[in-house]
């Protein structure tokens, strides 16, 4: 039976010189191949070890503050335990794309700003002018109008933190101050880089996991290697098992069946190896949060933006043949999320416009109309501005135009 039936590794081109052992080579104990026992996932929790992918670290961005603060416990707990890692390209990777998620949050305060901002009563009703409850509700709207300046004023605040102040956001605080005595940083001399880039480059190769996927990125899969050593040496000092804590959902992580069916054994080998006989479990967060015990609110919130997630990247997929390397699938994910965002903010400025419009044309007074109409051109041109990122975003990656709200919203006569 040939490697390929048997599911392992497949080579992508004859092999010839050593790279024809490549079986050997990757599983070199083939008694223990029968005789390891992976311990189930209650009994590898009691005192494993936690390594923590970037991934993993970003997702908290989304979250509820009282889910952040559950997460928060369950990294203390582990971290006080000596039992948290955050492999050095992890930490790495989270900083180069943390400022983008700020971005994400701050584009929806701003979409918040301009719902504030809306007038009650912007045209009198001269027939109602002796109404008692008529006068009522237009004093009431007044009030309502300053209530909205002053939610205005208080969350361009928050947005002026968010771009000035760096790290003060909830999620980054508690980093600060639990995340890092668990960092580690592979010692290689900068002599011994060829040696690790050849490593990646022979993996790729022979499609052995993790990261061979990935060969088409900037970094040529270098960033889930250095993830996984960082796995196998904590493994090899601590002589424990594994948690590693992964939204990643690729083939060269997991055999996949209707999803995630098992990690790749060629993992759960080289892990034992390294470990002496120890096991590893591959988790989502929301599996690790309710394996420590977090809330089962936090629980359920991180599994549904886990499965939301699973649902653009499956989009990706369906579009898989406008698809030239897997690089181009990361990015086209990146582009279906920038799709959705963008989308939702055009969405909500064409409702202010015509809701503005409305107002201009049945507004009492000039001034009046000239308040109007300074916040009216305020949000055409907000919204021209979206439009124009997101025709450029589908000019670049043409599949994004397959989502129908895209389509919609760049339909001329939209």
């Known amino acids: 039976m040939s490697d390929a039936k048997r599911g392992g590794p497949e080579p992508v081109v004859p092999l010839k010189g050593e790279d024809a052992f490549w079986l050997t080579d990757l599983y070199p104990d083939a008694k223990a191949l029968f005789e390891h026992e992976q311990v189930s996932l209650e009994e590898a929790s009691a005192d494993c070890v936690v390594v923590l992918d970037a991934n993993v670290l970003l997702l908290p961005f989304e979250f509820t503050t009282a889910s952040v603060d559950e997460v928060e416990k369950v990294y203390t707990g582990l971290a006080k335990a000596s039992r948290l890692v955050v492999p050095a390209q992890s930490a790495r990777e989270f900083y180069k794309h943390r400022s983008r998620k700020l971005a994400a949050i701050a584009d929806a305060i701003d979409a918040a700003i301009l719902k504030a901002q809306k007038q009650i009563f912007d045209k009198s009703i001269p027939l109602l002018e002796n109404d008692t409850d008529y006068l009522e509700a237009r004093e009431l709207g007044k009030d309502i109008i300053n209530k909205g300046k002053e939610i205005a004023e208080k969350l361009k605040a928050v947005n002026e933190r968010l771009q000035d102040e760096l790290g003060v956001d909830p999620v980054s605080a508690f980093y600060r101050k639990v995340l890092g005595s668990c960092v580690v940083e592979l010692q290689i001399a900068e002599e011994d880089r060829s040696k690790v880039v050849a490593e990646v ?194 000019e670049r990656y043409p599949a994004v135009t397959s989502h129908p709200r895209a389509v919609h919203l760049l339909n001329p006569s939209n």
């Open 201 to 394: 480059s022979r993996r790729a190769r022979l499609q052995i996991a993790p990261g061979y996927k990935d060969q088409n990125k900037e970094d040529g899969g270098l960033g889930d290697y250095l993830v996984w050593r960082t796995v196998l040496e904590e493994g090899q000092k601590r002589q424990t098992h594994c948690i590693l804590v992964t939204e990643e959902e690729k083939p060269d992580w997991w055999i996949r069946r209707h999803g995630t069916f098992q990690p790749r054994p060629e993992l759960i080998d080289e892990y034992r190896q390294a470990s002496r006989g120890k096991s590893i479990h591959l988790l989502p967060l929301s599996a690790l949060l309710a394996v420590f015990k977090a809330a089962d609110t936090t629980v359920s919130e991180v599994q549904r933006l886990e499965e939301r997630q699973k649902e653009n990247v499956g989009r990706v997929n369906r579009s898989k043949n406008e698809l030239d390397d897997k690089d181009r699938k990361l990015e086209l994910t990146t582009a279906y999320f920038e799709q959705d965002r963008l989308s939702q903010h055009i969405d909500e400025l064409g409702a202010l416009v015509n809701e503005l419009t409305a107002d201009f044309a049945l507004a009492p007074s000039k001034s009046e109309q000239e308040a109007i109409w300074g916040r009216l051109q305020f949000a055409q041109m907000d919204r021209l501005r979206a439009l124009t990122e997101l025709r450029a975003l589908v």
